[in-house]
């Protein structure tokens, strides 16, 4: 069942869409909104108020909201404490104006998309540095995930990449780069990472998902500060080189 019909790559394509369109036009809107009028808001009540817009149709590409779900509470997080997880919940605690990640899954007429980001509030010049090899990092595991190869051999590539250009974010990189997406939103036997020996296959639809996590921001004074992590997910299509369905949202 990983690999996938056209009738339900279409449908997961346009999944993707409307998580895109509802994390442009209303997360992301929403956050600056915050940030320009230096709001005390909770990551609780944030991501509480990204699943009441997916009731409005103007958030959703046209489509009917009656379709439309999430696939699991979004997940934002901020101010040092980062567990790089769909399994976690977004705390009560108030969103830091540092690096800020939010993750969120909508399904469409029962088939599921991903999506994760991360914003970066006046961020030092290592910071962006980091967050930009991440992009490099995650094209690189683009070109891996292609027809007939093995996932353990596509992770393994991507480590020896990292390994090689900056060898002090090894240790920092998840594990885990994702997984298999479909019906249900993560098959257990297809996680992405360095042990599964399954081959990938034409048709198959892949969250990818990474990160580095307990980074140092050493030039951070308050203890929200001295500690970030980067993070960023998109939903692809399995072929002969694997593709966005959509194409990725310019990360800010």
Known sequence: MAVKEDQELNLMKKASAITSEVYS???????????????????SKLAESVEKAIEEKKYLGGADPST???????????????????????????????????????????????????????????????????????????????????IADASNALFEFVKKEKPELVSKLTKNLGFAMGIEFREGSLVLNSKNQYKLKRGMVLNISLGFTDLLNKEGKKDEDKKYALFIGDTVQVNEVSTFPTAPQSLC
């Not at 036009?25 to 990551?43: G, N, P, S």
């Not at 696939?71 to 976690?88: M, T």
């Not at 930009?132 to 094209?139: A, H, I």
């Open 68 to 150: 439309v779900e999430m696939c699991y509470p979004p997940i934002i997080q901020s101010g040092g404490n980062y567990s790089l997880k769909f399994s976690v919940v977004s705390d009560k605690n108030y969103m830091h104006f540092g690096a800020i990640t939010c993750a969120m899954g909508i399904r469409y007429k029962s088939y599921c998309s991903n999506l994760v980001r991360t914003l970066m509030v006046d961020p030092t010049q290592e910071m962006q540095d980091n967050y930009n090899f991440l992009l490099q990092v995650e094209e690189e595991l683009l070109k891996e995930l292609k027809h007939g190869v093995k």
């Open 25 to 43: 036009k209303f997360f992301k809107e929403r956050v600056m909104e915050i940030v320009d009028a230096d709001e005390k808001v909770r990551h």
